[in-house]
């Protein structure tokens, strides 16, 4: 790792302790900025960072731009490019998280029109563990925090803002002594959890969510319903889904960028099918860990390469 982490801000790579915005900043009164969470998966044996679904982020955070009218002179390779170039910089020989954000910028706390305001956008790489402190199946508790309506907020993109529902929630479920929170509809039907998609299994079926209920379009969750379907043939139901379903299911799970794949054995104190994880969790879960470390050629286009330190 080179003696100094750095990030990029304005334009530019500069030392991480540098790259600061004022306190009338746009953004951080109002939440105007879309984020994206991005692994980096240190292959040891490969010498090489694999970074997941690169494209497919920031393709996802220019979507997001577009609704907030963020505007910024970057291209989705672009992007990449600045990426790469700040991960090799970097140097990290360890899994890490990277987190671009395009923000609204001016210096203006009583502006409430988009359109007029300046945009910029930063990224930073730090080293990043496990999301859930659990290795085996998780306890879930079932918020009192609603996930809320399209109407009321874009929920396919990673709208800063939006994000104030989960991390009520997940401070919630912690403080109540589980690991993570599922999250509901406004009409009591089942959403996410509270960065993560949900799916669970019946009957040899996976079962999730479908656009309409305010899930994210999470790039985890395409992956899973890709291998799912194209290696192991199982079938994958998009739909509606009520809370009463994750107690009678044989197996639930959660995906996301931060969370990977995570079973969860427990909801509300009733135990999900053995309550430990299932045989389908298991090996989809087998198959991801792989290829994200890029273990797996047939999937390689899905991990972009990069080589810390440059060398």
């Known amino acids: ?21 004022g306190i009338m900043t746009h953004a951080l009164h109002y939440g105007t900025a879309v984020f994206e969470g991005i692994r980096g998966n240190w292959n040891k044996e490969h010498g090489v960072m694999y970074v997941f679904r690169l ?9 997001g731009s577009s609704i907030l009218k963020i505007e910024l002179p970057y291209s989705v390779d672009d992007l990449i490019d600045i990426t790469t170039d700040l991960v090799e910089r970097n140097g990290y020989r360890e899994d890490v998280y990277i987190r671009p954000l395009a923000f609204k910028s001016a210096q203006l706390v009583a502006n409430l029109k988009l359109h007029e305001l300046e945009s910029d956008f930063t990224l930073i790489v730090v080293p990043f563990g496990a999301y859930i402190e659990n290795d085996g199946a998780i306890r879930c508790q079932t918020s009192s925090w609603r996930r809320p309506d399209d109407t009321m907020m874009p929920t396919g993109v990673k709208l800063a803002g939006l994000y104030t529902t989960g991390i009520l929630a997940k401070t919630e479920a912690v403080m109540a002594g589980y690991d993570e929170a599922i999250v509901l509809n406004h009409d009591g039907t089942v959403s996410e959890g509270t960065g993560e998609n949900l799916f669970l299994v019946r009957d040899g079926v996976l079962h999730t969510p479908s656009e309409t209920d305010n899930c994210l379009l999470g790039i985890t969750r395409e992956s899973v319903i890709t291998l799912a379907r194209e290696e192991f043939g199982l079938k994958v139901v998009e739909r509606r889904m009520h809370r009463s379903e994750l107690y009678l299911a044989d197996e639930v799970f959660l995906t996301g960028t931060a969370a990977h794949l995570t079973a969860v054995g427990e909801l509300d104190n009733r135990k999900i099918g053995s309550g430990e994880m299932g045989p389908i969790t298991q090996k989809l879960q087998e198959m991801y860990f792989d290829i994200v470390v890029g273990n797996n050629p047939k999937y390689m286009h899905w991990c972009h390469a990069v080589t810390p330190g440059g060398g």
């Not at 790792?1 to 915005?21: C, H, I, N, R, T």
């Not at 982020?57 to 979507?63: F, I």
């Open 1 to 21: 790792m080179s003696p100094e982490p750095y990030a990029f801000l304005g334009g530019k790579q500069l030392p991480l302790a540098e790259a600061k915005v």
């Open 55 to 63: 494209r497919e982020h920031y393709e996802r955070l220019l979507r």
